[in-house]
Structures are given as C-alpha cells and as structure tokens.
C-alpha cells in the first residue's frame, strides 16, 4: 500500500503511558478521525465528467464512505499509534482524482490550520459557514480532552500536533458562526413546487403567496428530502435569508431545517388567550389549511377563525378571536344582541366549562 493512502493516528502524553490507552478514548478517537474524513469528503467530492449523471445526495454519501472509509492496518507500542489506510482505488472514472486521497490531504490542512488558529485558512478550506461549523464540530471531538495528552495526526502531506489548549478555539469559532447563523435566518411556510435533489446544492421551490421562492438546503436536509417530499406539500423552511434591497426574502440559503405540515383537523378542550384560558365540555374541532398567503384555523360550528403567517401565530389568533367573542356575546344581554349573535351566545355557553385565568 503506498504511503499516499495511509494516515497514522498517535496518543501520546501520560494518558498513553506504555501504549496503555483508555479503550473508550482510543475508540472515540478513531471514530472522530474517522468522522472528520467522511466530513471532508463533501469538500473535495469529485466533479464527473461532462455527460456524466450528478449522484444525488444518498448516493453520494455511499460514494464517500466507499471512497474514504479507512481500515486498521497495524498498532505501535509506547505513545500508541494507530497506522490506517484507505481502499486501494476510488476512482470513477479513468481520469478522475483519486477522491479519497484528495481527502486525507485536505483533512490534514483543516487539521493544522485549526491547530494554528487560521481563521482565513479555514474559510479557504471551507468556505460554506453551515460546512465550516459542521467540520469544526467533527474536529473538536478528535482534539485531547485534557492535558494529559496530546494526538497527532500524519497524512500523507501533512502532519499535526493536536493539544488540548486549541478547545478555546474551536469553542469560540463556533459560537460566532452559530450566532451569524441565527441573525440572518428567517423561516418561511409554502407550498412545494419543485424538487430537485440533483444540484449541488439541493434545491426546494415553494409558493409563498404570489411569489416563488428557491430553497437551496444542507446535506442533511436534502437526505431527509430526497424520496420523502412530494410537490404540492406544504412545508416550513429555515436558513440564511437572501433579501432584496427593500427586504423582501429573495431566496433561502443552508436550509437547516425543513418540514413538512400536515393539515389535519386539531380538537382542543382548551383555548387559551393571552392569561385567560376557557376550558371546554366536548372537544371543538378546529380545521387547519393553507391558502396560499398564511395559516387559518377555523372553528366552523362557531364561527371563529385565526390567521397567521405560521402555525403559532394563527392558533394565537384563533384565541383572541375566542376570547372576544365570548366578551362580546356570551357575556353581552340578549336585547343587544341580533338573532345571529343570540345563536352565538348560546353555542358558546353550551361549549365553555368555565372561564377562568390560567394558574
């Protein structure tokens, strides 16, 4: 096997004192490595030649682990090495880079640049943020978890001595991503217009009101799309927001979140508004739908409807409008009420329990 396709894994320090290595740490350290391989792969899968079909997501990921899966070679004794290689041969196609070569080198690169605190050098390597923070976390649980020893790591181009003292690092780079994340993140409800879990990245198109939007979405979201997700579907999408100069979401970027809602009907023997809470005799059934513009929950037996943008602020909605009509006709004398309200009125009286402030 050439020295191309072997990477060495080392704990060293008092921890490994004679070789002897906690087995739960010298487990948890090969899966991490092992981890961190499989992570990388999505920065350096290979681009097919032209003509050639692009795998989609499910595919791909057997792609990577044929390609990158590594396989016990040999142990050396005093620090404990573990020396570990990869299939003889990944290639594709004829004229294709070996995929899982490319790998161990560009894993080695993150490795030493994480070990330098080079934030540019990682952006480089990773410039996708959602991917950046993915590949900091895989790396994080290779690192020593204490300062009884070190890990090094030797690829086939790179070599890098891990210490406990980078944790700081990867703690805190990961914090600003997740909070940059968090402020450009917008969640928006529509219907499902189009799949297409082909591109890189997958996209979702959907129907909010009069308007189309594209959905581009992470890895691991377009695994849980790819066969699960049919047209016409209405879902609830979370990621980095595109918006227009006068702030209208263009598009939406690293979908981390995406799900499907269903529009059964909900029985509620208790309605809520604001502290106030109206415990029912029998279970009002509420239907839910989309329209195309937002959420409505609508009670047909009374009359009552709530709207919003997303399930939660229709529900809401639903119980201030409970809420008064009850003040305004349950509690109303009947000489001031139409006939229409005095039907209201007794229909409200006949469902409502009690009315009370919730405790």
């Known amino acids: 096997m050439s020295s191309d396709r072997m990477v060495s894994l080392k704990i060293d320090g008092d921890l490994a004192m004679g070789g002897r290595v906690p087995l739960d740490v010298f487990a948890a350290k090969i899966k991490a490595l092992q981890d961190l391989v499989l992570a990388t792969a999505q920065l350096t899968k290979p681009v097919l030649p032209k003509g050639k079909k692009t795998a989609k997501t499910a595919q791909q990921k057997v792609h990577?682990?044929?390609?990158?899966?590594?396989?016990?070679?040999?142990?050396?004794?005093?620090?404990?090495?573990?020396d570990a290689e990869l299939p003889q041969t990944t290639a594709l196609f004829v004229d294709e880079a070996d995929w899982g070569v490319q790998t161990l080198d560009v894993a080695g690169e993150i490795l030493w640049a994480i070990?330098?605190?080079?934030?540019?050098?990682?952006?480089?390597?990773?410039?996708?943020?959602?991917r950046r923070l993915g590949l900091l976390r895989k790396a994080g649980n290779l690192l020593p978890?204490?300062?009884?020893?070190?890990?090094?790591?030797?690829?086939?181009?790179?070599a890098v001595d891990l210490t406990?003292?980078?944790?700081?690092?990867?703690?805190?780079l990961e914090a600003q991503l997740v909070?940059?994340?968090?402020?450009?993140?917008?969640?928006?409800?529509?219907?499902v217009t189009r799949i297409n879990t082909e591109a890189d990245p997958a996209t979702v198109g959907i129907k909010v009101g009069e308007h189309s939007l594209v959905c581009e979405l992470l890895p691991a979201v377009a695994a849980q799309v790819d066969g699960d997700l049919t047209t016409g579907?209405?879902?609830?999408?979370?990621?980095?927001?595109?918006?227009?100069?006068r702030g209208k979401i263009r598009k939406i970027l690293e979908a981390d979140h995406l799900r499907q809602l269903g529009q059964e009907p909900i029985h509620w023997t208790l309605v809520r508004h604001e502290d106030r809470e109206f415990k029912l005799n029998e279970p009002l059934t509420i239907t839910v739908k989309w329209d195309g513009e937002g959420w409505v929950y609508e009670a047909e037996e009374i009359g009552i409807v709530g709207f919003g943008c997303v399930r939660r602020e229709a529900a809401v909605a639903f119980g201030q409008d409970f809420a008064a009509c009850w003040d305004n006709y349950a509690l109303a004398a009947d000489e001031t009420l139409t006939q229409d309200a005095i039907d209201l009125k007794v229909a409200l009286i006949a469902l409502?329990?009690?009315?009370?402030?919730?405790?």
């Open 64 to 82: 990577a682990k044929d390609a990158c899966r590594l396989f016990f070679k040999d142990t050396r004794k005093n620090c404990l090495t573990l």
């Open 145 to 158: 978890t204490g300062k009884d020893h070190t890990i090094s790591l030797k690829t086939p181009h790179q």
């Open 233 to 245: 579907t209405v879902v609830e999408v979370t990621g980095k927001a595109l918006l227009s100069k």
């Open 179 to 191: 909070a940059d994340r968090k402020k450009d993140q917008r969640t928006v409800t529509g219907r």
């Open 352 to 359: 409502v329990k009690s009315c009370g402030v919730e405790e």
């Open 164 to 172: 406990f003292q980078v944790n700081a690092f990867i703690t805190g």
């Open 115 to 130: 070990q330098a605190k080079d934030e540019k050098r990682l952006s480089n390597l990773a410039p996708d943020p959602a």
